[in-house]
């Protein structure tokens, strides 16, 4: 080949290209609308589009994986955003269900309002936050939620920093914490639960986004505490002790189970997690309505979920849901990350738009 | 300020054989501690495939590479990850490399030398250092949201593109630079005109050099997160994009150029940071797998190079 031949070829991919290019917004704007039905490219014949927070991810890819077996034509994406990124694109309609490990915020129902985006909040299982410390350590078997509060609170910063200043009877030994990255969902919860104010807590903690880096730091030093998510602790339960939480002084020590989350017993770590659906995309793609009855389905909404190491719901708060999706009830039963939901809580919710 | 006074003030008081010596001692500090940094750079990578090839090697067989994710670790696969990053990868060497070329001529062998082309000169040099993630915002502000272009296969070539295309100018210029004069001269002289002496005598002399620009630009696209996570990569996907070739007329169909899509870096990422260990065996072995991507990529490069090099001659 000459350098004619060369040059002719990249102007040919070039013309292609730019062609395509002029082509795309059309074709495309289609396809991100919600209310695109058959007219739009064959690229986007049957396709739902999830996408949002990381730690809900797992559930609706096991969801899409085995919906997609069940159902040949359509398709199905999950992204992963984020909670907050999801949302933007949700607002913006460009995605038929957002994947979110809290609540609505206000801006973002202000956002999908002003968009007139149309959204059924589903719950659609439970993570039960873990707290961790060594299998070494021997100590800390049961802690009550004064005790966390003791030691996660911003006024503790630089001051607890020995075991022993938790609690008496503990030992003489150095306090390390691990725990989730800050911009995380799992963090918001978990300091509104433990500190009584949401995103607030000491600084001089080991954070990160990743929990395999707070798997590893626990499970190597014999003094370190740490929480994230059930499903990190059951896959590390060689490596890892989990602490059962006391709600108070007075109140039973509870363990982090699949059983104590679903019947409200672990309180107040157990969360909700949810998906939002696109009224609109729910009423005009068959897909999308047909692809969220799977998801509620009592027998995958249990066995899948639990198989991916979450907590299912009840059966009555399953139905409950079901039923709310299949009236298309619009709206958000929160105002910010409420603690200590128990199921029954969540089924009385007023729902506003 | 003639020499021998700076010599002798400098040279008092030493023999010629200490110098002597003195020179050999420091050319040999410096070939050792250029050695060690080698061994040192070496042992890291080696050890770092070392981990991949023991983590992840035996978990790769034809159903890793044709299967697509999974929520099991055991029967999840990368084939939408491999397709989608070798898809990407050709929209961007397909728009990166002539317009990274046709620049770098333009700037070195067309452009009037003034403070303009100074300028560009050295925005395009200070792009190469721009983080990978603006590329990314860029994009999504651009191309996905103003122009509504969607989070297409598309799309992330032409981010890709954009990110790898200082590198490929710099590296055109450069070679371009390298040529002698001589040879532009003598070709001005037998009467060629401006394009001919480009396309007939200064290309083909600076190709090696491009394509070497062309292998450090891909390389690094390859291996790239941020920007196409901005742009809305998605994680889990199922299917492929539409064929590029058909049955009927035109036989060839640009519709997966408008596809959505995964990239390898992207599963990797996802999987790292899930609870299964499985999930982290996979992670590995598609570490593993981009890595021989990126080796084939270069491998090809590289061959090309020589063939062209040869032809020179």
């Keep these: 080949m000459n350098l004619k031949t060369y040059s002719l070829l990249a102007v040919a991919i070039l013309a292609i290209t730019a062609c395509n290019k002029n082509a795309t917004p059309a074709g495309d704007g289609a396809t991100n609308a919600p209310a695109a039905t058959s007219e739009a490219a064959p690229v986007a014949q049957g396709l739902v589009a999830a996408d949002g927070s990381s730690t809900v991810f797992p559930i609706t890819e096991a969801m899409a994986e085995e919906f997609q077996k069940a159902n040949a034509g359509i398709k199905v994406t999950v992204g992963l955003s984020g909670t907050g990124g999801g949302f933007k694109k949700f607002c913006r309609g460009e995605t038929d269900i957002s994947n979110a490990s809290r609540p609505i915020k206000a801006e973002e129902k202000d956002a999908c309002k002003a968009a007139g985006v149309e959204y059924i909040e589903l719950p659609i299982a439970l993570d039960a936050l873990t707290v961790v410390v060594n299998p070494q350590n021997t100590w800390a078997t049961e802690m009550t939620v004064d005790e966390l509060k003791k030691i996660w609170e911003p006024e503790a910063q630089g001051k607890i920093t020995n075991w022993n200043q938790v609690r008496s009877s503990f030992p003489d030994k150095p306090l390390i914490l691990y725990g989730a990255g800050v911009d995380s969902g799992t963090y918001d919860y978990f300091t509104a639960a433990i500190v009584g104010k949401e995103h607030s807590s000491r600084g001089d903690f080991t954070a990160s986004e990743d929990d395999n880096v707070l798997v590893q730091g626990v499970s190597g030093d014999v003094n370190a505490l740490g929480f994230f998510g059930l499903a990190y602790y059951e896959e590390n339960k060689d490596k890892l002790k989990d602490v059962k939480i006391k709600a108070n002084p007075a109140a039973p020590a509870v363990e982090p189970t699949v059983e104590n989350a679903r019947s409200g017993k672990y309180q107040p770590l157990s969360r909700p997690i949810f998906i939002y659906v696109n009224k609109k995309a729910a009423d005009t793609k068959p897909e999308v309505a047909k692809f969220v009855e799977f998801y509620l389905d009592s027998q995958n909404a249990t066995d899948l979920v639990k198989e991916v190491g979450y907590v299912p719901l009840p059966d009555n708060a399953q139905a409950a849901f079901r039923e709310r999706f299949a009236k298309r009830e619009i709206g958000t039963g929160f105002t910010g990350s409420k603690i200590g939901v128990s199921i029954e809580d969540l089924l009385k919710e007023k729902l506003v738009y | ?313």
């Design chain 2, 1 to 313: 300020m003639s020499t021998p006074g700076l010599s002798s003030s400098r040279f008092d008081g030493y023999s010629e054989a200490r110098l002597l010596k003195r020179a050999k001692w420091s050319d040999g500090l410096f070939a050792v501690l250029g050695l060690l940094v080698l061994v040192a750079t070496l042992l890291v990578l080696g050890a770092l495939v070392a981990d991949f090839i023991n983590d992840g090697a035996s978990r790769i067989d034809g159903d890793f590479l044709t299967s697509y994710p999974s929520r099991r670790p055991g029967s999840a696969g990368i084939l939408s990850a491999w397709v989608g990053t070798t898809l990407v990868m050709i929209v961007t060497a397909a728009l990166a490399v002539p317009l990274g070329v046709a620049a770098g001529v333009y700037l070195e062998e067309y452009a009037p030398k003034n403070w303009v082309t100074d300028f560009i000169e050295i925005n395009v040099t200070n792009l190469a250092g721009v983080p990978s993630i603006i590329y990314g915002l860029l994009a999504l502000g651009l191309f996905v949201q103003t122009l509504a272009m969607g989070q297409t296969i598309l799309v992330a070539g032409i981010t890709l593109a954009l990110l790898i295309l200082p590198i490929l100018i710099v590296a055109t210029r450069e070679s371009l630079r390298a040529i002698p004069q001589d040879i532009r001269e003598a070709s001005f002289g037998l009467g060629a005109d401006q394009w001919q002496t480009v396309s007939g005598y200064l290309l083909p002399a600076a190709r090696p050099g491009i394509l070497t620009g062309a292998i450090v630009g891909m390389s690094r696209a390859i291996g790239e997160t941020a920007p196409i996570i901005t742009i809305g990569a998605l994680t889990f996907i199922a299917f492929l994009p539409p064929s590029p070739i058909q049955s009927s007329f035109p036989f060839v169909n640009f519709d997966w150029l408008n596809s959505p899509f995964t990239v390898m870096p992207i599963q990797m990422f996802n999987w790292v940071s899930r609870p299964q260990a499985g999930f982290h065996i996979n992670a590995a072995a598609t570490g593993l797998i981009l890595l021989a991507m990126t080796l084939l990529m270069n491998g090809f490069a590289i061959w090309l190079r020589y063939r062209l090099r040869r032809n020179l001659r």
